[in-house]
């Protein structure tokens, strides 16, 4: 069983480690930049067009999903697999606690780290959509809540790798190629095997934006691919918050089955 | 407190890296584990902290098996297993207290334990910036920290200078002061007579020795002695020594003699010398017993 007080105790040293990091700072300065570049993108190729705020908090809550990858591959890819690849486990690890205690402060950490972040980047596009437009719509906090949702889960799902794994960076070199592929996984399923591929973590996530779509959601939408054209599901929101939960408890159990039983040779 | 193998196992494959290892310390004492590379040192005391799974037999500690009841088996437990990395961003006193926090021990007493290594000035320092040796010293003090009664050593002075090494082995000294049992491996011969009370030899992963020091010193006891004089030594008159059965003329001043029994016999030799009129002024074993047993247990060369 997980010891609270010891991960309540524990996950402050994960977070003052992520504070130090040289990673941190340049995860922050991406955020940064991926909010600026969201909100100026429209006017780059016209100073005089005119974007409505729905349009802008629904441009937030898609890219928010991108400051959730890089999250997840800055700070979450090497947390445990660094563990073994510098040894920096023989510390820690001879220890009279279970090491999915360790696993949760690990985790807990991370989780605020990047919760911080992901709050600035909301924070600024609210910050700008109350300045500029004088509103921020209800369903951006919907939206965000449910990136919490997915942050979690797939920070879960890397630590399932970098529990696995010896080295962080093919931890996110794999994740980075799950992500970025996941659209083709999907594409590829529906068309070869005709089956919806609901079991698929970027099927829930679609929910962040289809947040906005209203009754939209549960219903199809067709995606055109040159010659070739996909008919994907839209889930209803309550099919994206199961589906994110689903794969942040497996992961989170298999990371923590095979931290456990992860020898140093 | 006691550590106890019972048939321990680990294999990888097809290879034994521990075979049906049976092994009990017992009681405040320092055991030196010894061996060749390769011979399990390092797996067995993985074995022992549960950075490994035994293929067979089973590691116990204060009678819990430490795959079985890890948390009762390590509580009163401090290691230092090969060199350990640390968190680079870290300071040797946010370590320590991470360590304290992760045991949930009570009896911590992190400025002490860095004291005690000679460490505690640089305890606000980012450890990214540490020597391999200073790093060994913190790994040290992260084994003492929460004051346990066992302590598993591997290899503890190495990557530190003479002076270091020098140190550490007077810390261990002073551990052994305090009523613990310290299980330490090693590959240097001299540490472990110098510091331990007894020895386990171990080589291909099956336990060749484990006996108290003194009895390892008295069985391999040196039959050679090396004789400096202030004046010429006849080498011919020596041989006519009960006892005697080679003498080896290094110099007029000195010799080397072998002789076929145990300490009376070596007692008698230098009498016999003084008798002869020999002004003595060294009179000493020729190698190290323990090397000796050591090689010879390995089938390495005595010479």
Not at chain 1, 205 to 219: E, F, H, K
Request: glycine share 8%; proline share 3%; charged share 20%.
């Amino acid at each position: 069983m997980i010891e609270v007080h010891k991960v309540l105790s524990l996950y402050r040293f994960q977070i003052l480690w992520h504070k130090r990091s040289m990673a941190l700072w340049i995860l922050l300065l991406l955020t940064l930049a991926v909010v600026a570049g969201i909100i100026f993108e429209p006017y780059l190729l016209n100073p005089r067009a005119h974007v409505s705020v729905h349009s802008v908090a629904e441009s937030l809550s898609g890219g928010s999903t991108f400051v959730i990858l890089l999250a997840a591959l800055f700070l979450g890819s090497d947390a445990l697999s660094r563990e073994f690849q510098r040894k920096t486990a023989y510390f820690l690890l001879p220890t009279p606690v279970k090491r999915v205690t360790i696993l949760t402060a690990k985790f807990l950490g991370t989780y605020i780290v990047s919760g911080v972040l992901l709050l600035i980047y909301f924070g600024v596009g609210a910050g700008y959509m109350a300045v500029a437009y004088h509103a921020v719509p209800v369903r951006y906090f919907a939206s965000m809540a449910l990136a919490y949702l997915y942050l979690a889960s797939l920070l879960a799902f890397t630590y399932m790798f970098s529990a696995v794994f010896d080295s962080g960076a093919a931890v996110a070199t794999l994740i980075f190629m799950i992500v970025i592929f996941g659209n083709v996984v999907i594409f590829l399923v529906e068309n070869v095997m005709h089956i919806e591929p609901w079991f698929w973590l970027w099927y829930g996530t679609g929910i962040i934006t289809l947040v906005y779509a209203g009754s939209y959601i549960g219903d199809y939408s067709h995606i055109s691919l040159g010659p070739m054209g996909n008919t994907t599901y839209n889930p209803y929101i309550w099919e994206g918050i199961l589906i994110m939960l689903g794969y942040f408890i497996i992961s989170f159990l298999v990371a923590a089955w095979c931290f456990e039983r992860k020898e140093l040779r | 407190m006691d550590l106890e193998a019972k048939a321990l196992t680990k294999k990888y494959g097809n290879f034994y890296a521990l075979r049906g290892l049976d092994l009990k310390v017992k009681g405040a004492k320092c055991v030196g584990y010894l061996g060749p590379n390769g011979a399990g040192k390092t797996t067995t005391l993985k074995l022992f902290t549960h950075l490994l799974n035994p293929t067979g037999g089973e590691a116990l500690i204060n009678g819990y098996s430490v795959q079985k009841e890890m948390k009762k088996a390590l509580m009163e437990v401090g290691t230092l297993i090969e060199t350990p990395d640390f968190y680079p961003y870290l300071t040797p006193e946010e370590l320590l207290t991470m360590l304290c926090r992760i045991r949930g021990a009570t009896k911590c007493d992190v400025k002490h334990a860095l004291e005690e290594v000679g460490m505690y000035e640089w305890r606000n320092k980012r450890v990214g910036k540490f020597s391999k040796g200073m790093k060994q010293r913190i790994a040290l003090a992260a084994a003492l920290v929460a004051n346990p009664e066992i302590l598993i050593l591997d290899e503890p002075t190495t990557g530190m200078d003479p002076r270091g090494m020098a140190e550490i082995r007077e810390v261990i000294r002073d551990l052994k002061k305090s009523q613990r049992l310290i299980f330490m491996s090693s590959h240097l011969l001299s540490e472990v007579t110098e510091v331990c009370d007894e020895v386990a030899m171990l080589d291909h992963g099956t336990l060749l020795l484990h006996e108290p020091i003194d009895v390892v010193l008295e069985r391999f006891r040196g039959n050679v002695v090396e004789v400096t004089a202030l004046n010429k030594i006849d080498g011919e008159a020596i041989k006519g020594i009960k006892g005697v059965v080679s003498v080896e003329q290094i110099s007029d001043t000195r010799v080397r003699i072998g002789f076929d029994d145990g300490a009376q016999t070596q007692h008698a030799i230098l009498s016999a010398l003084m008798q002869q009129g020999v002004d003595v002024v060294e009179y000493r074993s020729v190698g190290m017993a323990l090397e000796k047993a050591y090689l010879e247990m390995i089938g390495g060369d005595t010479k």
